[in-house]
T-cell receptor
């Protein structure tokens, strides 16, 4: 079965410093991987998705993630944090079954300090 | 830009009452999902729906739960007799599941259900 582990429940950075949110996945097949962001009282917004075309995936708002099969990781990074990046981030894997259900990690709360 | 909408944004109900949560998926999407997130826990899959029938459901989705697409636009989740542990944020999602979408699912803003 597929699963996702987000290694940090809470990350705190200062504005302007790099962001690293860590995610490891478990999958028997080549997975479809996503990062979603949830701002307070908002829905889940897709940041980026791994499409197997390139291991380095660029998303919205300056975020990117690198798929590393050897490490089964899909860490999310951003060179310079902005106050508006403060939110909950979810690493997600898509089931390979026909239904395509998504399996979520536990989430990482990103705090950005001025 | 098309989006998934959900109503109501917040629903308060008494234990044992029936609730219906409503969703309007993106119009050209064919695959529909419900997820829930209990406060402080991860988002969990409840059910997927395609071609007017359930394609997969989780262990959470017992006989108290049902889904329906009554009119070709709305997608509803009904809980027949709510329990305290049903209190959660419920998210609706839809997808077109084309090859190039890689099953990207578009989520609504959620309905917060509070069972007293």
């Amino acid at each position: 079965a597929q699963s996702v582990t987000q290694l940090d429940s809470h990350v705190s950075v200062s504005e302007g410093t790099p962001v690293l949110l860590r995610c490891n996945y478990s999958s028997s097949y080549s997975p479809s991987l996503f990062w979603y962001v949830q701002h307070p009282n908002k829905g889940l917004q897709l940041l980026l998705k791994y499409t197997s075309a390139a291991t380095l995936v660029k998303g919205i708002n300056g975020f990117e993630a690198e798929f590393k099969k050897s490490e089964t990781s899909f860490h999310l990074t951003k060179p310079s944090a902005h106050m508006s990046d403060a939110a909950e981030y979810f690493c997600v894997v898509s089931e390979t079954s026909n239904t395509g259900k998504l399996i979520f990690g536990q989430g990482t709360t990103l705090q950005v300090k001025p | 830009e098309p989006e998934v909408t959900q109503t109501p944004s917040h629903q308060v109900t008494q234990m044992g009452q029936e609730v219906i949560l409503r969703c309007v998926p993106i119009s050209n999407h064919l695959y529909f999902y419900w997820y829930r997130q209990i406060l402080g826990q991860k988002v969990e899959f409840l059910v997927s729906f395609y071609n007017n029938e359930i394609s997969e459901k989780s262990e959470i989705f017992d006989d108290q739960f049902s889904v329906e697409r009554p009119d070709g636009s709305n997608f509803t989740l009904k809980i027949r007799s709510t329990k305290l542990e049903d209190s959660a944020m419920y998210f609706c999602a839809s997808s077109d599941r084309t090859f190039f979408s890689y099953n990207e699912q578009f989520f609504g803003p959620g309905t917060r259900l509070t069972v007293l």
